[in-house]
């Protein structure tokens, strides 16, 4: 990752940040404008979001590697995305990829060749991290007297950050995720480990909200009736249903019924099984859906260091 340079108030007020996540299903770029008013307030506007379906996790997560044909799609896809933020002039970027890299026994050298070829400074991330990049961005939604569980379902992980009375209580990750359960790679000791180490934290808690992460439940929430949806919160009771109704269809009716593509209709299922299995862990009775991720986080985070200075602890 890249280091950023304080801005001063004389610089020029309107500029473009870039972040890449490359995920155990797919790599995302975000490029936003970032604009500074007159009384030094940030706005961000989406520019360009683009995803490409890598689907690293599926041979990692059954063979434990990528292969060559999965890291000449990578290189290529790293590359379109390197020339595409010199179109937008972008002023600076982060790079990062997650659970499929980390788990990949080439993982290590496939990033080197990638960083050789585009000098992309593309960086694995540990799941703490992960997590802790967008747990950042709901900081300053989050201080009242409620208590919220931040759940990120990714392709490969799950990343779980509590936070009470606007207070982290507890963080943690978890080798769960949509493309790894397709793959059969998530053993059952570890959904009780989810469900035990949820339930333990949320006793002695009142009502928890969860707030849900991740492309799979930005769908499931613009998918869910309308009159069973309000102001971005999602209730549990409604996700239970939707689940079983995309459960029942084939892969091709979720397609065309929900005008879903092809890699988001058969880990859409998946994904509704984690947060539900969160969210009856620990008595959740809404999930709220904010719609961002990761590449939000970085993109938030790096434009506060360029205009304020400010540093990650």
């Known amino acids: 990752m890249r280091q950023e340079r304080p801005m001063e ?3 020029i007020k ?7 996540d490359v995920g ?6 975000l490029i936003k404008t970032v604009s500074i008013d007159l009384d030094g307030r940030l ?4 520019a360009l979001f683009l995803r490409v379906p890598l689907r690293l996790g599926m041979e990692v997560f059954k063979k434990g590697k990528i292969s060559r044909e999965k890291e000449e799609a990578f290189l290529r896809t790293m590359k379109a995305y390197r020339q595409l933020m010199k179109v937008f002039k972008v002023r600076d970027y982060r790079a990062c990829a997650t659970s499929a890299m980390r788990d990949a026994k080439n993982g290590r050298q496939v990033m080197d060749r990638v960083n050789e070829t585009t000098g992309l ?4 991330i540990s799941g703490d991290e992960e997590s802790q990049i967008i747990y950042d961005i709901h900081l300053s939604q989050l201080q009242d007297d409620n208590n919220y569980l931040y759940v990120d379902v990714g392709g490969g992980s799950t990343e779980v950050t509590f936070i009470s009375q606007g207070q982290r209580v507890m963080s943690h990750f978890y080798n769960i995720g949509t493309v790894r359960m397709l793959s059969e790679a998530v053993k059952a000791e570890e959904l009780q480990h989810v469900r035990n180490g949820l339930g333990k934290v949320a006793a002695g808690y009142g009502d928890i909200t969860i707030i849900g992460s991740g492309g ?3 769908k499931l929430y613009r998918i ?3 009159r069973d949806k309000t102001e971005g919160r999602l209730p549990v009771d409604t996700l239970v249903r939707l689940h079983d109704r995309l459960a029942k269809m084939s892969l091709q009716e979720r ?3 929900f005008n879903m593509k092809p890699d988001r209709a058969d880990v859409i299922v998946p994904a509704a099984e984690i947060f539900m299995m969160v969210a009856q862990s620990v008595g959740a009775k809404a999930i709220k859906v904010p719609n961002v991720g990761l590449a939000d986080g970085l993109i938030n985070d790096m434009a506060q260091s360029i205009v304020f200075g400010k540093k990650r602890a």
Request: proline share 3%.
């Open 9 to 11: 108030m004389t610089d």
């Open 14 to 20: 309107e500029f473009n940040l870039a972040a890449i």
């Open 24 to 29: 155990s299903n797919a790599a995302r770029l």
């Open 43 to 46: 706005s961000q506007r989406k």
């Open 121 to 124: 400074g593309l960086k694995i």
């Open 216 to 218: 799979n439940i930005n």
């Open 224 to 226: 869910a009736p309308k």
């Open 255 to 257: 397609m065309d019924v």
